[in-house]
């Protein structure tokens, strides 16, 4: 099973090749509260990104170490991306998945502002 993403205007796609998760984040980072994303971590690995050249926009804060990608037309953020112990790793936004009822994921709360 995979799960389906894209933004709004369907410039940006992508496949995660992961079951539908139980549970997901909802960060208060100052980044994540203003766009509202509910994250799912994967392997960077276990996703394939589709993406016209410059259709998708990166932005970087704090310390640097995320790479949050946005569509650069409509500015939906279908993931980021970076490493945690040396392992490269993805999250998406579930938000973006096509045909996921969010109801049946646990939405957990996560600190990400303290960090």
């Known amino acids: 099973m995979s799960i389906r993403l894209s933004c709004h205007c369907g410039a940006v796609v992508a ?17 994540c509260r203003r766009k509202g994303t509910i994250l799912s971590a994967m392997s960077r690995d276990d996703l394939t990104v589709e993406a016209a050249p410059g259709a998708l926009a990166t932005y970087r804060f704090n310390k ?16 980021a991306e970076g490493e945690v112990r040396g392992a490269r790793m993805a999250m998406i936004n579930l938000r973006c998945a096509e045909d996921l009822d969010l109801s049946r994921v646990k939405i957990i709360p996560f600190d990400g502002a303290s960090m």
Request: proline content about 3%.
């Open 15 to 31: 496949d995660a090749a992961v079951e539908v998760p139980a549970e997901a984040i909802e960060c208060n980072c100052s980044i």
């Open 64 to 79: 640097h170490v995320v790479q949050h990608h946005h569509c650069n037309t409509c500015g939906c953020t279908v993931f």
